[in-house]
Nanobody, 123 residues
Framework: QVQLVESGGGLVQPGGSLRLSCAGSGSIASINAMAWYRQAPGKQRELVAQITSGGSTNYADSVKGRFTISRDNAKNTGYLQMNSLKPEDTAVYYC?????????????????WGQGTQVTVSS
């Protein structure tokens, strides 16, 4: 069974840094596009950053220059390096990935979400 597991969230002071990880497990053939989303209390989930299988990246304007998305295809793992964190970055961060996998001899492709990890930026 394919799943995504996130880690690396926590409490950090303004100006600090955190690195989130998103590890895929199960019968994964390949991970195509990966993305990080976040959802703050009372707000809609928003796209933070995305990376294609070829390594092209895209960022929300609010995080450009501060966050970096990357991936290690050999480990089926994606990362979000967050620097110069601000209180408004406080949210639950979710990993999303488009994954190709095999089951019972057939190929499938499906979007998966991680369980979310809390990031709190506060002094």
């Amino acid at each position: 069974q394919v799943q995504l597991v996130e880690s690396g969230g926590g409490l950090v002071q303004p100006g600090g840094s955190l690195r989130l990880s998103c590890a895929g497990s199960g019968s994964i053939a390949s991970i195509n596009a990966m993305a990080w989303y976040r959802q703050a209390p009372g707000k809609q989930r928003e796209l933070v950053a995305q990376i294609t299988s070829g390594g092209s990246t895209n960022y929300a304007d609010s995080v450009k220059g501060r966050f970096t998305i990357s991936r290690d295809n050999a480990k089926n793992t994606g990362y979000l390096q967050m620097n110069s964190l601000k209180p408004e970055d406080t949210a639950v961060y979710y990993c999303n990935a488009d994954i190709s996998f095999r089951n019972l001899g057939f190929n499938f492709q499906k979007q998966y979400w991680g369980q979310g990890t809390q990031v709190t930026v506060s002094s």
